[in-house]
DNA sequence: CATATTTGAACTGTATACATAAATTCTGCT
DNA sequence: AGCAGAATTTATGTATACAGTTCAAATATG
């Protein structure tokens, strides 16, 4: 099964991160899978080097385990694992913003997160006619990507993208798809006008209030999660779309089935 | 990143590790140092595969820069650097030691914080006839330690983790060596005295509290870093012992000198 | 029938070889 | 002498081969 080489031929180990990555998130790799180098190197025609490189960075990730003994597996994550995330992620934006408040925002960066808020604003619609989810949640992500640049801290800037990568953490994590997203619908209106009070204390040069809204923006998303587990049984992995964590064992990668 | 635990010298890339790890923040490969694949490896006496396992780790931990090209230079960091590093630790211990207080903070790891805030009290000495340094570096530095264990959330502490691998963001970052220290002796009780009231917050489960003295921690560490710095020259590289961050250009890993 | 043991397949860690891309050096020309 | 360009040399990316270890199935044993 030698998947199409044509792709980004750039880096294989990149390439291979990304499939990896894309398997596991989709759930095709269930949690406490055990992904061998081998039989992943198999899989997408190339061979085990680069592949190695790709385990280890999504081991660093966290999307991985390693066993003491070297072998990988699909992490498996818990509600907790998701809340905590997301926390982190509200004090790291929190802390950027804050920062940036206080030290004054790279101008450029400024100008495009008020660029987006606007472009999020048409998006979401002026009189609440029918929302443009799958431009709401690009628009959104640019909008978080870019804050965490405001500071002009590489430092926090990294540990903000990593926390990014974490799943469900990312500001659009469940914001993907429209099913998730019409639930809470009412609350992305909620959450544009903290984008604004966010850019304006920033602008006001209010560190602390800056790092309160961030915060507070987090605590939305959460309940959001909240909100979802509540309607569908308690449990994250019964959110549908989210299987990553669901708790189905899965079979090897390798063709050795049953 | 697994990087820990007890494996001893059996991966030969976590020796490579830290035997590039240590002559980087030894100073003896000077910022923006071509650190090359093949001549760390011979240096080594290892192969190519290990070393560039090790270098791909040490770039994620923030001590080299990747260029577009795929080749390892060694960082340069500046005080904004250290003190962005600094300012992400007090934030990230602040909100673990916040959880710990609202959840409830893991027994034993509680337990053993209340004991290295014991065996710092006696480094310290009572009547401060004469501090053992080492000593307390060490204790310092488990106290942090564990106490970043303390909310129970494995994601906090992954990024806690990392955080204290980031040179001179470590809780213990310049009370390494004695030379730091004495200049800063009287703060070290200041310290302390923040520890056991940070202890004490979390045992009253008043998480604000704690996050707040937390954060005023790490702000400590940064005043000396301040005061370290205005005595010196006003210039992270001048510290001495802080030999990494000179600006001095290094010769390459090649023996290729002159 | 359950448990311990052995045996074999599979996987990881490491080394080496090869190809491609980059960088430096050398040479020729202006 | 200075600059441009080509050739050489070096470094990275990838593939493959080999050794030690781990895991698991199958067999033997009480």
Redo the contacts with the bound molecule.
Sequence with gaps: MATYAGAGKK???ERAVRVLRSRILSGEFGPDT??????A?EMMG?????T??ALAQLVDEGLLDR??????TVRSFSADDVIDAIELRGVLEGTIVRLAAERGPSRDDFDRCMELADLIDIALGDAEPEIDFERYADLNAEFHRTLIGLSGSVTLRREAERAYRMPLASPSAFLQSQEHLVPVRRSLYVAQAQHRALLDAIAAREGARAEMLAREHARLARQNLDALMQSEDRHVHDIPGLSMLAGTPQV?T?G?TQ
Aim: charged share 25%; net charge positive.
């Design positions: 880096l294989q180990s055990h992904i061998s180098e081998t039989a190197a190339i061979s085990r080097t680069p190695r490189e066993t003491s003994s070297g072998r990988c090897n390798k050795r």
